[in-house]
RNA sequence: CCAUGCAUAUCGCAGC
């Protein structure tokens, strides 16, 4: 049972929905956790009602199915349904608390989020964390740093998302120092550092923080990527592109989409075939393209063979 | 010491 759980959830987790209920519907038998698993399985999978079917299935629930439901419901925007969820659990524990916090914070609730965490009785690094992207997010770089200044113990990942808090702001200086203070880094640290370098015209310095990297990955290439396609270096871009060991729906949107704005249709198209997958931001990349340049009857027509 | 739930990095358009 065990084994079969493990297996269950190593598919869930690298997407594969299909094998995993597969394993699923053949389990002899099933413990709480592997319903757990399956439940997280098409939450993470955006299939918010089949969770809830699944839900209704389970023969017992726990802390950790209304966390994972309430997670799901606030990833599909439905806060309230999170907080319901949130309500009426018979514990919480601070995972719980750090996820309806996420709820609020992802979700637009700044207010709430602030209410709630004044609220707890009892914080750890996660909540903090939460609390410093969610100022971020907002613009509140200020705040974010208090916060972060006020904490007694910081993980990577809070050390990673002030730097991204800078990044995402253009604030390179500071980005720079929080770098530079860091004695762990990870790939998110360097690629979030070339984030701020790449969108802030630093085009050099990124590729040479590229090269000094300890930590690579398809993320790190894709950073790189957009930022040879933003500004205008469609060759090494390509050929990047080409030298890369994985590729995926992300990196291929870049390429595609810097075609497309220099007008290089045929090219686009070329790509759009080799793609083994198509999201919502491919079709956008490609019509708006097409209708700025006032295709717009090739633009109708690509509407109609989507 | 690890079978399940919470925090951090990348792509288009539009809006604020």
Same mark, same amino acid.
């Given at each position: ?13 690298n997407? =594969? %929905?299909? #094998?995993?209920k597969?394993? +699923?519907d053949s &389990?002899? /038998? @099933? *413990?709480?956790? !592997? $319903? ?8 993470d ?11 209704h299935c ?18 599909d ?7 319901r ?11 719980a ?7 609020y914070?992802?979700?637009? =609730? %700044?207010? #709430?989020?602030?209410?709630? +965490?004044?609220s &707890?009785? /009892? @914080? *750890?690094i996660? !909540? $903090? ?6 100022y ?19 993980s990577l ?5 002030m730097?991204?808090a ?20 990870d ?14 015209? =630093? %085009?050099k310095d990124?590729?040479?923080? +590229?090269?000094? &990297?300890?930590h690579w *990955? ?10 040879y ?8 871009a ?6 890369m060991?994985?590729?995926?729906v ?8 810097a ?10 198209w ?9 999201n ?9 393209a ?5 295709? %717009? ?9 989507m």
């Open positions: 049972l065990v084994t079969l759980t493990a297996m269950l959830n190593a598919y869930a987790q997407g =594969h %929905l299909d #094998e995993a597969f394993v +699923f &389990m002899k /038998e @099933r *413990n709480l956790i !592997s $319903w757990n698993v399956m439940l997280t399985a098409f939450a999978s955006g299939f918010l009602q089949a969770a809830k079917d699944l839900y389970m023969p017992e629930h726990d802390l950790i199915t209304w966390t994972a439901m309430l997670v799901a419901f606030a990833s925007g439905q806060v309230e349904q999170a907080k969820v949130f309500d009426q659990m018979d514990e919480r524990d601070l995972v608390w750090n996820a309806m916090l996420c709820a914070a992802d979700n637009g =609730h %700044l207010e #709430e989020c602030k209410r709630l +965490f004044d &707890m009785k /009892e @914080r *750890n996660v !909540s $903090w964390t939460v609390m410093v992207t969610a971020s997010e907002f613009g509140y770089i200020r705040d974010a740093r208090i916060l972060f200044d006020r904490m007694k113990e910081w990942v809070t050390w990673n998302a730097l991204s800078y990044a995402q702001n253009g604030q390179v200086l500071e980005a720079k120092k929080l770098f530079d203070k860091m004695d762990e880094r790939a998110v640290t360097w690629t979030a550092l070339m984030v701020v370098y790449a969108q802030n015209g =630093h %085009l990124a590729k040479l923080l +590229f090269d000094r &990297m300890e *990955n398809l993320i790190t290439c894709n950073v790189l990527l957009s930022a396609t933003d500004s205008g270096h469609i060759d090494s390509r050929e990047l592109l080409e030298s060991l994985e590729r995926d992300v990196s291929y949107n870049s390429m595609l989409c075609y497309a704005r220099h007008g290089h249709l045929e090219d686009a070329r790509i759009l075939e080799l793609m083994p997958e198509w919502l931001i491919t079709w956008s990349a490609l019509f708006s097409y209708a700025q340049r006032g295709y %717009l009857e090739e633009a109708m027509k690509m509407l109609y063979n």
